[in-house]
Nanobody
Framework: QVQLLESGGGSVQVGGSLRLSCAPS????????MAWFRQAPGQEREGVAGINSDGTPTYATSVNGRFTISRDNTKNAVYLQMTGLKPEDTGMYYCAAALTRGCPPPQAVSQYRFGGQGTQVTVSS
């Protein structure tokens, strides 16, 4: 069973920054694809960013250049640094793991495992 503990969400104004953290349990984040998804009320869950086991990151077009996904192997943690936040970034953010070294396409949500409650990000204008 995949267990993921997300933290770091909050409420910020437009243009603000937040750093989300994900702490996996029971496996090494460095051995698989780790990713961040988000879900706004009434909308489907969407992939935001992913990082392959080799450290290669991928981003959704909507966040490219503003968000950075990273991994700290010594702490077995994954982070999402978010800058230039916009109201449309508002949503519940979830950490996810795909049991492959490379990240499946973000739209292939069923190939990811979600094991946390998520962390809320609210951006107000």
């Amino acid at each position: 069973q995949v267990q993921l503990l997300e933290s770091g969400g909050g409420s910020v104004q437009v243009g603000g920054s937040l750093r989300l953290s994900c702490a996996p349990s029971g496996f090494a984040a460095s051995s698989v694809c780790m990713a961040w998804f988000r879900q706004a009320p009434g909308q489907e869950r969407e992939g935001v960013a992913g990082i392959n086991s080799d450290g290669t990151p991928t981003y959704a077009t909507s966040v490219n250049g503003r968000f950075t996904i990273s991994r700290d192997n010594t702490k077995n943690a994954v982070y999402l640094q978010m800058t230039g936040l916009k109201p449309e970034d508002t949503g519940m953010y979830y950490c996810a793991a795909a049991l492959t070294r490379g990240c499946p396409p973000p739209q292939a949500v069923s190939q990811y495992r979600f094991g946390g409650q998520g962390t809320q990000v609210t951006v107000s204008s």
